[in-house]
């Protein structure tokens, strides 16, 4: 039975990997900060196993790296918002950020590939957003790191597939928690997290190394290569930026 190493699992879009995997016949490691949460989550599959650990931490870190060793999937998936623009975060915030978002899966996907590489199997996904396409604070800018490493692990070692994931929003705690005022974004840009995590899967299986799930994020981030980068700085800070 192939095992899945999920990050960030017990909400959002990792609980929504965690359901799509388990149904495909993996077994799961569940990592996250929250240990309560973990052990309900770890209810709900059979055979799976949980790691309580903190990605912004060294301690963390080195848990998912010993975990990332023995996944035939690394789903690189913890993270979470700012809530400010630059300046308005403190500075010690903005490291925190970079290091789950940026430094956490470097770390886990030189730990995963090695052995995935000996075993001839094996995968890694790692969740940016389509702000990564966008300039979008500091939030925006590790995503575009998370999209940029994982094209080029993906180039580097062609004999082990390694995806950045892009969806725009979606409907999880990821803005409850940043206490951004999400209400006036129109339902048109919504998408599921079930949904997302299905098109990343099709496309991981396709060999792509970038996935954009939903035709209306396709679409926008096609005009956002046409559209001078003056234009899409200034709707892309407007854009889901109320804080409450």
């Known amino acids: 039975m192939p095992t899945a190493l999920i990050t960030g699992a017990t909400a959002g879009i990792g609980a929504a990997f965690a359901r799509r995997l388990s149904a495909d016949g993996f077994r799961l490691i569940l990592l996250?900060?929250?240990a309560e949460r973990l052990a309900r989550a770890a209810e709900e599959y059979e055979d799976s196993e949980v790691v309580v650990a903190d990605l912004s931490t060294e301690e963390g870190i080195v848990k998912g790296e010993e975990a990332a060793r023995r996944a035939d999937l690394v789903v690189n998936n913890a993270g979470f918002g700012q809530k400010g623009r630059f300046l308005d975060v403190p500075l010690?915030?903005?490291?925190?950020?970079?290091?789950?978002?940026?430094?956490?899966?470097l770390r886990l996907t030189y730990a995963a590939l090695p052995a995935m590489r000996e075993r001839g199997r094996g995968g890694v996904i790692n969740v940016a957003s389509v702000a990564a396409f966008f300039p979008r604070g500091t939030y925006g800018a590790s995503k575009a790191w998370v999209v940029s490493f994982s094209q080029a692990a993906a180039q580097d070692f062609?004999?082990?597939?390694?995806m950045a994931l892009c969806p725009g929003f979606v409907h999880t705690e990821f803005h409850e928690r940043a206490r951004i005022d999400m209400s006036r974004l129109p339902s048109a840009l919504w998408l599921n997290a079930?949904?997302?995590v299905a098109a990343g899967l099709r496309d991981f299986r396709r060999g792509l190394t970038v996935s954009v799930p939903g035709l209306q994020y396709k679409?926008?981030?096609g005009a956002g290569r046409l559209i001078p980068r003056?234009?899409?700085?200034?709707f892309s800070s407007r854009t889901g930026r109320t804080y409450r």
């Open 32 to 34: 996250a900060r929250d």
């Open 158 to 162: 062609p004999d082990v597939p390694v």
């Open 194 to 196: 079930d949904d997302v």
């Open 219 to 221: 679409a926008l981030v």
């Open 92 to 105: 010690r915030d903005e490291l925190t950020m970079l290091r789950v978002h940026c430094e956490a899966v």
């Open 230 to 234: 003056g234009l899409t700085a200034r």
